[in-house]
């Protein structure tokens, strides 16, 4: 499974856009990009996901560079609730795809009052 | 729709101890898997059960086993308790929690509320 990488932490202040990064420079062609987000003490859930082109959706926007090299997941607006680890993930959609997602260390992300 | 529903939420067990963690998904998801989460780390991949009926090894899956009873079920157990065993444990299926249909390309997981393991 192709790696990614993301700052361990992030600050950002309420109400203010957030920008996460990721790196995937060995990301293959059949890679799907994946934003998971985990709150304190529950299960990770579901953000957004793309392949190439950026993607909108009610939590947020995924913007993917044209060489696929790197992708930002943006918050337009941070709330306390958006306190949270994120997680961006490959997910091979290749033959044999069995839905199985392997999750890194993720960015943890602190939102101020 | 009650979803992902793990149990227990909490055990306690001593070295050596068995115990099994169950799972249950009423969405009709096909593909189950199971994940533990130490403190302060990311999730590992245990085991997955892509279709009733198979199971396959993930990242770290020494020192469990699972059965994935039916579509509906997947447990996991720890046959002989370890120290190194102490995790959460998430449980997972694969498809949207929600009636809207997903995106093409979505490997969406909807994930259980954990269970706390502890081994002394």
């Known amino acids: 499974d192709a790696k990614t990488t993301q700052p361990n932490s992030m600050e950002s202040n309420e109400e203010e856009p957030v920008h996460l990064p990721c790196n995937h420079s060995?990301?293959?062609?059949?890679?799907?990009i994946h934003w998971y987000r985990q709150l304190p003490s529950q299960g990770p859930e579901y953000v957004i996901h793309?392949?190439?082109s950026n993607v909108n959706n009610r939590m947020a926007s995924l913007a993917i560079a044209e060489d696929r090299k790197s992708s930002t997941l943006i918050l337009h607006r941070a709330t306390l609730r958006d306190a949270a680890v994120y997680y961006c993930i490959l997910s091979d959609h290749g033959s044999g795809n069995t839905g199985k997602l392997i999750f890194g260390q993720g960015t943890t992300l602190q939102v101020k009052p | 729709n009650a979803g992902v529903t793990q149990t227990p939420k909490f055990q306690v067990l001593k070295t050596g101890q068995s115990m099994t963690l169950q799972c249950a998904q009423d969405m009709n998801h096909n593909s189950m898997y199971w994940y533990r989460q130490d403190p302060g780390m990311g999730l590992r991949l245990i085991y997955y059960s892509a279709s009733e009926g198979t199971t396959d090894k993930g990242e770290v899956p020494n020192g469990y086993n699972v059965s994935r009873l039916n579509k509906r079920e997947f447990s996991l157990r720890l046959e002989s308790a370890a120290p190194s065993q102490t995790s959460v444990y998430f449980c997972?299926?694969?498809?949207?929690?929600?009636?809207?249909?997903?995106?093409?390309?979505?490997?969406?997981?909807?994930f259980g509320a954990g269970s706390r393991l502890t081994v002394l």
């Open positions: 997972a299926s694969r498809g949207g929690s929600g009636y809207r249909p997903l995106r093409i390309g979505a490997n969406v997981l909807t």
């Open positions: 060995t990301i293959s062609g059949t890679d799907y």
């Open positions: 793309g392949l190439t």
